[in-house]
């Protein structure tokens, strides 16, 4: 793979399933590298295999179907001709799709209601003379007045509030009437779902005073009309999102992070399953047994049970929870990640991904799994071999290593993620591929404070985050040296996010054992990246410690005992790590003659190596490509 082969990857949408179960549709979408932006369609295909693939809508920017409860229509999102996601609706059985929304700065995924008739949804709603008909520099200042006001690759937050929306009565002549705004006040909202007998809405939300200065969010309902009274069903104790009622309108079910005393511990906990009565009348119960496993992702509620996503040592099964609780069972797993399911009529679909490819669609069944779609093209990746190392205290540390073609010795290069509490896993991942089709060795494994290895691996890194995060690395690292095709003497280390501050730590206290460095979107000071970054108002306290520790842990600190050749790559609009992390960084080393450079990249934000422009995708490549070159 080279960098500009970012154009045969793909990813599937969630799928969505015809009420029978006859029939998927999800949206397809790749890279460009000629209009430089992801092309999307929706596409179909039976899911008894009998025909591959077809292609439903010709949109460039087509997102999100779902298909209406009676099976006669599909919503689904298309960019206007601002760029801005609106909600259209399409004949499920043919036909031209029609828009039923028009909001300023475009609408979110759709609900359909259990009726068919009506689609609830979320959209920003603008302050007046902002964004809409102004340039962003005439536009009136902003008056601040909580910590919490802006969100990496969106903006600002504090002037286009996220609301909950119903629109009008679907209309088969394709006129739209205006919608419905359910709520209102200076609060986020998400998740919406509809009560079975459609009386009610469900959302998420953090409706409380102090929403800004905690990790509350609550569960909530309303009626689906204007000005309606809103009611919260979740306790005000956790991180709650996604609830979804059950069939009989009793009972919700949840997403939830337990936050500790403090309402503010977010490191290394373990999503659970919840329910609680829908009228409140009691305390939500944990379904999902102990601390483990990380549930991820939506709930959907079938028949025996809830079926959801959970991690697991690099993959991500799916799995069902009972409705009473107790240990989920794996319907599908092993080693691969399932991205997104949908159930209907008694048949389950997936989009699974795995060494070979980045998601298929599948059908589930006691009998295995079967492949209904094939839209990997022109990649023969290169395999990923598992490895479990051990700590100098013992402790087993798993991870891949991926060997490029030929007899070596092949240089290394040691990549680290970020999170920290995210996990590397089976799936085919482009940083991997490019480096090992350019003739590169690649190390990348899950120390603790990963996820998906349990509660207590997450919180183990908890106040000496660079000391215990490096003893597993470099463990994995020696490990995975004694294969004789790698060159123990041509060894880098790069990483982005927490593993761009495991990158500036582990080059300042073992640089010694590395020929150069990448450090991308780094944490490196605590203390400025308290205050400038979205997240940093809660951020350090739970994972570094109280601020009179934060010099010690900060990478920053160690900056002169630097020796290696290191760049920096960040992007000009990261607001999760402030583009002042790199350029303090950067200063530090360049004032003391050190060999270093920064690569900025305009218009960006802290997912430029995922979701930016193909163009500057490309061009990250080619600059880390071009420095390992240089220096190994």
Request: aromatic share 8%; hydrophobic share 40%; charged share 20%.
């Given at each position: 793979?080279k960098p500009?082969?970012?154009?045969?990857?793909?990813?599937?949408?969630?799928p969505?399933?015809?009420?029978d179960?006859r029939?998927?549709?999800?949206?397809?979408?790749?890279?460009?590298?000629?209009?430089?932006?992801?092309?999307?369609?929706?596409?179909?295909?039976?899911?008894?295999?009998?025909?591959?693939?077809?292609?439903?809508?010709?949109?460039?920017?087509d997102?999100?179907?779902?298909?209406?409860?009676?099976?006669?229509?599909?919503?689904?999102?298309?960019?206007?001709?601002?760029?801005?996601?609106?909600i259209?609706?399409?004949?499920?059985?043919?036909g031209?799709p029609?828009?039923?929304t028009?909001?300023?700065?475009?609408a979110?995924?759709?609900?359909?209601?259990?009726?068919?008739?009506?689609?609830?949804?979320?959209a920003?709603?603008?302050?007046?003379?902002?964004?809409?008909?102004?340039?962003?520099?005439?536009?009136?200042p902003?008056?601040?007045?909580?910590?919490?006001?802006?969100?990496?690759?969106?903006?600002?937050?504090?002037d286009r509030r996220?609301?909950?929306?119903?629109?009008?009565?679907?209309?088969?002549?394709?006129?739209?009437?205006?919608?419905?705004?359910?709520?209102?006040?200076?609060?986020?909202?998400?998740?919406?779902?509809?009560?079975?007998?459609g009386?009610?809405?469900?959302?998420?939300?953090?409706?409380?005073?102090?929403?800004?200065?905690?990790?509350?969010?609550?569960?909530?309902?309303?009626?689906?009309q204007?000005?309606a009274?809103?009611?919260?069903?979740?306790?005000?104790?956790?991180?709650?999102?996604?609830?979804?009622?059950?069939?009989?309108?009793?009972?919700?079910?949840?997403?939830?992070?337990?936050?500790?005393?403090?309402?503010?511990?977010?490191?290394?906990?373990?999503?659970?399953?919840?329910?609680?009565?829908?009228?409140?009348?009691?305390?939500?119960?944990?379904l999902?047994?102990?601390?483990?496993?990380?549930m991820?992702?939506?709930?959907?509620?079938?028949?025996?049970?809830?079926?959801?996503?959970?991690?697991?040592?690099?993959?991500?099964?799916?799995?069902?929870?009972?409705?009473?609780?107790?240990?989920?069972?794996?319907?599908?797993?092993?080693?691969?990640?399932?991205?997104?399911?949908?159930?209907?009529?008694?048949?389950?679909?997936?989009?699974?991904?795995?060494?070979?490819?980045?998601?298929?669609?599948?059908?589930?069944?006691e009998?295995?799994?079967?492949?209904?779609?094939?839209?990997?093209?022109?990649l023969?990746?290169?395999p990923?071999?598992?490895?479990t190392?051990?700590?100098?205290?013992?402790?087993?540390?798993?991870?891949?290593?991926?060997?490029?073609e030929?007899?070596?010795p092949?240089?290394?290069?040691?990549?680290?993620?970020?999170?920290?509490?995210?996990?590397?896993?089976?799936?085919l991942?482009?940083?991997?591929?490019?480096?090992?089709?350019a003739?590169?060795?690649?190390?990348?494994?899950?120390?603790r404070g990963?996820?998906?290895?349990?509660?207590?691996?997450?919180?183990?890194?908890?106040?000496?985050?660079?000391?215990?995060?490096?003893?597993?690395?470099?463990?994995?690292?020696?490990?995975?040296?004694?294969?004789?095709?790698?060159?123990?003497?041509?060894?880098?280390?790069?990483g982005?996010?927490?593993g761009?501050?495991?990158?500036?730590?582990?080059?300042?206290?073992?640089g010694?054992?590395?020929?150069?460095?990448?450090?991308?979107?780094?944490?490196?000071?605590?203390?400025?990246?308290?205050?400038?970054?979205?997240?940093?108002?809660?951020?350090?306290?739970?994972l570094?410690?109280?601020?009179?520790?934060?010099?010690?842990?900060?990478?920053?600190?160690?900056?002169?005992?630097?020796?290696?050749?290191?760049?920096?790559?960040?992007?000009?609009?990261?607001?999760?790590?402030?583009?002042?992390?790199?350029?303090?960084?950067?200063?530090?080393?360049?004032?003391?003659?050190?060999?270093?450079?920064?690569?900025?990249?305009?218009?960006?934000?802290?997912?430029?190596?995922?979701?930016?422009?193909?163009s500057?995708?490309?061009?990250?490549?080619?600059?880390?490509?071009?420095?390992?070159?240089?220096?190994?």
């Open positions: 793979m500009a082969d970012i154009v045969h990857l793909h990813s599937l949408s969630v969505t399933l015809s009420p179960g029939r998927a549709v999800f949206a397809l979408t790749r890279p460009d590298l000629e209009e430089d932006a992801y092309l999307g369609s929706l596409w179909s295909v039976p899911t008894d295999g009998s025909a591959p693939p077809a292609r439903l809508t010709r949109g460039t920017g997102s999100g179907p779902v298909f209406s409860p009676d099976g006669r229509w599909i919503a689904f999102l298309r960019l206007d001709g601002d760029k801005h996601a609106q259209h609706v399409l004949p499920a059985d043919g031209e029609w828009k039923i028009s909001h300023p700065l475009g979110g995924t759709p609900c359909w209601s259990p009726d068919s008739t009506r689609v609830a949804y979320t920003r709603v603008p302050e007046p003379n902002r964004y809409v008909g102004v340039e962003p520099g005439k536009e009136p902003r008056r601040i007045t909580r910590v919490r006001y802006r969100l990496d690759g969106l903006g600002f937050t504090n996220s609301h909950v929306f119903v629109s009008a009565p679907v209309d088969a002549s394709g006129e739209a009437g205006e919608p419905v705004q359910v709520t209102g006040g200076d609060f986020e909202h998400t998740d919406v779902a509809w009560r079975p007998d009386a009610e809405l469900l959302f998420a939300a953090a409706r409380h005073e102090t929403w800004d200065t905690d990790l509350v969010q609550d569960v909530w309902a309303c009626a689906p204007e000005g009274q809103v009611r919260r069903v979740t306790a005000g104790n956790l991180d709650a999102w996604g609830g979804r009622f059950s069939a009989d309108g009793s009972t919700v079910f949840f997403g939830g992070d337990e936050i500790g005393p403090g309402l503010d511990d977010f490191v290394g906990q373990t999503t659970g399953v919840w329910s609680v009565p829908a009228d409140a009348s009691a305390e939500p119960t944990r999902t047994p102990g601390q483990d496993p990380r991820a992702g939506p709930l959907l509620v079938v028949a025996d049970g809830l079926l959801g996503l959970a991690e697991n040592r690099g993959a991500m099964d799916l799995v069902l929870v009972p409705f009473g609780g107790g240990e989920p069972r794996v319907v599908l797993g092993d080693k691969v990640q399932v991205q997104s399911f949908d159930s209907a009529g008694g048949v389950t679909v997936a989009v699974v991904a795995d060494g070979r490819t980045s998601g298929e669609l599948v059908l589930v069944s009998d295995g799994v079967t492949r209904l779609t094939g839209f990997a093209r022109e023969d990746p290169l990923m071999a598992e490895l190392a051990h700590a100098p205290d013992g402790y087993p540390v798993h991870g891949w290593v991926t060997v490029p030929g007899e070596g092949h240089p290394v290069v040691l990549m680290i993620h970020g999170g920290p509490f995210a996990p590397y896993g089976h799936q991942f482009d940083e991997t591929q490019v480096l090992a089709a003739g590169y060795a690649v190390v990348m494994c899950n120390p990963s996820s998906g290895y349990g509660h207590e691996h997450g919180r183990a890194i908890i106040g000496s985050v660079g000391e215990v995060s490096a003893a597993d690395v470099l463990a994995f690292l020696d490990a995975a040296l004694e294969d004789g095709r790698l060159d123990s003497s041509r060894v880098g280390v790069m982005g996010s927490h761009g501050f495991m990158t500036t730590w582990i080059t300042a206290h073992h010694g054992r590395f020929r150069a460095a990448i450090s991308e979107r780094a944490v490196n000071a605590i203390d400025s990246f308290h205050g400038s970054s979205d997240i940093g108002s809660l951020f350090p306290g739970p570094y410690g109280a601020p009179q520790t934060w010099a010690k842990e900060s990478p920053l600190t160690y900056a002169d005992q630097i020796d290696v050749p290191f760049l920096i790559i960040h992007s000009e609009e990261d607001w999760r790590c402030p583009v002042e992390q790199a350029q303090r960084l950067f200063v530090a080393l360049k004032l003391r003659g050190h060999e270093t450079e920064m690569l900025l990249f305009p218009g960006e934000g802290h997912e430029l190596s995922r979701s930016g422009l193909p500057h995708r490309v061009a990250r490549f080619e600059a880390i490509l071009d420095w390992w070159q240089r220096h190994m």
